[in-house]
C-alpha cells in the first residue's frame, strides 16, 4: 500500500517536473514584463528613429533575421564578428551583402540602457525584423520573447541557407530540416516583396547560366524583355550596383512580389521555381489577384514558425553585452 503510494507521487510529480523543465525553456510573450517592461516600446521607437533616416535598412533587419534563424537557430551568431581564431558567419559569401549590424548595435546599446544584462541580441534582432515588415506597410505579430545568444558563429555553417540559384527540391529541403513547410517556403519568400539584391547575385540568370558564359547563356524562365531591362542595369563584371527586387514597390510590404514571380520577373531563380509545384503556383497565382489579408496572416505565422527555430532557452547561451562580441 505504502509501496503503490510513493509509487502514486512519483507519477504525478514526473510530469510535474517535466513541465516545470519545459515552463523554462519556453519563449512567451511576456517574458521581460518584470524586468525590462518597456522592451517593445523601447525597440519600436528606435526602429522608427533608424527607418525614418535610412528607409532601405528595413529589407536588411529582415533578411538578418531569416540568416540567424537558418544558422544554429535564432541566437545572434550572425551578429558575431569574427575573431582570430575563427572565420564568423557574417563573413561567409552568402552573408557578405548583409547590412544592418550597426543599427542593431545601436537598438541594444539603448536596451543596456534601460535594463542591462537583460535583453538578448537574438530577441532584439527578432522584434527588429517584425517591426521592419510593419513599418514597411506589412503585418504586425505578437513575438514570443526569451531567446539565449549563442556564443558559436561558424562561417562554413552558413551552407546551410538556401542558394539563389535552387530549385524547388532544393528548396524544400532546406527548409523542412528547420522545420518549415511548403507553404512557409512560399509564404516566406513573399519577403523578397521589400529590398534589394546586388548584380553578383543575378548576373548569372543574365550571362553565364549553364556556364558557357556567353550572352545567350541565359535563365531559360527568365523574361526576355526583363533580361534586357536588368543588363541594362548589371554588366557582366558588375558585382555592386544594387537592383530593387520588386522594381516600384521594394519599399512597400505588399503582393507585387507575387506579381513579378507570376510574370518571371523576379530576381531569383529560387523565387521562379516556386512556379513548379502545384501548391506553390497555386499560392503565387492567387496572390496576384488580391487576398492580402490572407498573405499577411500566413506571414505572420510563418514568421512566427521561423523565430523559434533551434532557440536556445533557460540557462543556454547568454544575454551578450554588445552583439558583435561574446561575453568574456
Ligand atoms: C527561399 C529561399 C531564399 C533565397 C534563395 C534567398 C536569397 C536572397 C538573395 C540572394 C538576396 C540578395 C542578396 C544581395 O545580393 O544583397 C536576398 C535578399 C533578401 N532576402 Fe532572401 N532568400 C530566400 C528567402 C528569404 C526569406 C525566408 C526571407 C525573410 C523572411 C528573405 C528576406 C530577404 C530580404 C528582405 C532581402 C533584401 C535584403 C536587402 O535589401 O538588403 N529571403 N535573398
Redesign the pocket.
Known sequence: MAKNGILAVLITMVPCFLLVGLTRAQLSVDYYSKTCPNVEDIVRKEMISILSVAP?LA??F??L??HDCFVRGCDGSVLLNSTKDNKAENEAP?NR???GFGSVERVKAKLEKACPNTVSCADVLTLMARDAVWLSKGPTWPVSLGRRDGRISIADETMQ????T?NLTQ?IQM?AVKGLDLKD?VV??G??T?????C??IKGRLYNFTGQNNLNDVDPFLDRNYIAKLRSKCSPTDTTT?IE?DPGSYKTFDLSYFKQVAKRRS??H?DWALLTDSFTRAYVLKHVNGFESEFFQDFAES?IK?GNIGVLTGDQGEIRKKCSIVNY
Do not use: E, V
Open positions: 532601405s529589407a536588411p529582415l533578411r533575421h531569416f552568402p551583402s548583409l547590412r541557407l538556401p542558394p539563389p535552387a528548396l527548409f517556403l516566406l519568400s519577403a523578397h521589400i529590398g534589394t539584391t546586388d553578383a547575385a544594387l527586387m530576381a531569383f529560387s514568421m521561423m
